[in-house]
């Protein structure tokens, strides 16, 4: 089964936002501050690849072969939380989820390879802000 994709980022952000607090609560995660600014940020990667094109219409990128459903946004953030929590310093940091959202965009290593580190460079590299993100992720994949 499919489940239809949120129709704003702001329902997205919002229920994988409850998700993980509810999912961190039931495997019993220690309390790590759930950074907003994570979860849009992983929200927003997702639904610019799944569109083809960046939030505020100004770059087409390309589509990787995966989903990229709220559910897999959900289980990044919640192993960045792991993460933060038993490797980390208590907050979830772009390094905590940089491993996951790869993992989550490149289903098969040459085209989606291509489409994510596209991504990286065209759009994240660029974005203000987005700094410590665009360099875990480019850790994670070198």
């Not at 607090?21 to 979860?39: A, C, D, K, N, Y």
Request: glycine content about 8%; hydrophobic content about 40%.
């Amino acid at each position: 089964m499919v489940l239809p994709v949120p129709d704003s980022a702001e329902d997205e952000v919002r229920i994988v936002t409850q998700r993980v607090e509810q999912l961190g609560r039931s495997l019993e995660l220690p309390e790590v501050p759930t950074s907003l600014t994570e979860i849009q940020r992983v929200v927003t990667v997702f639904r610019e690849l799944r569109s083809g094109v960046t939030e505020d219409a100004s770059t087409k990128v390309k589509s990787p072969s995966g989903t990229l459903s709220t559910a897999e946004a959900i289980s990044v953030i919640t192993n960045g939380i792991a993460l933060a929590a038993h490797f980390g310093d208590g907050q979830l940091r772009p390094a905590d989820v940089a491993a996951g959202i790869q993992g989550a965009v490149v289903q098969d290593r040459v085209s989606d390879g291509v489409v994510w580190r596209e991504y990286l460079e065209t759009v994240a590299r660029e974005r203000d802000g987005w700094g410590d993100f665009y360099r875990a992720c480019r850790e994670v994949g070198a």
